[in-house]
């Protein structure tokens, strides 16, 4: 039978802000933060993108790019002078 979104109507603190961080070869979800309204994840996640210092351990932060790679989700670039790291964040509703 086909999910349909009627079926799952919208509940307070189902909305997610979820941040996945690059270790090496491997992505980690380092946060997840819950929202009453999507309006309210999408614009915690938005501000997260700009703002947010990745767990890696960075120095001096010298670019920070920005991308939109869906709906509700956008990948982070952050370079210095000798290295780059990077992390996404997404925005999701909790269906189970």
């Given at each position: 039978?086909?999910?349909?979104?009627?079926?799952?109507?919208?509940?307070?603190?189902?909305?997610?802000?979820?941040?996945?961080?690059?270790?090496?070869?491997?992505?980690?979800?380092?946060?997840?933060?819950?929202?009453?309204?999507?309006?309210?994840?999408?614009?915690h996640a938005v501000?997260?993108?700009?703002?947010?210092?990745?767990?890696?351990?960075?120095?001096?932060?010298?670019?920070?790019?920005?991308?939109?790679?869906?709906?509700?989700?956008?990948?982070?670039?952050i370079g210095g002078?000798?290295?780059?790291?990077?992390?996404?964040?997404?925005?999701?509703?909790?269906?189970?």
């Amino acid at each position: 039978m086909s999910e349909r979104p009627q079926d799952y109507p919208e509940q307070a603190g189902s909305w997610f802000v979820a941040i996945e961080e690059n270790y090496g070869d491997a992505w980690k979800v380092t946060g997840v933060q819950p929202f009453a309204t999507r309006d309210e994840a999408m614009w915690h996640a938005v501000n997260t993108a700009r703002g947010y210092v990745p767990k890696s351990g960075l120095f001096k932060e010298k670019t920070r790019w920005i991308m939109q790679v869906g709906q509700d989700s956008w990948l982070v670039v952050i370079g210095g002078k000798h290295w780059n790291t990077h992390f996404r964040i997404s925005v999701g509703r909790q269906v189970w």
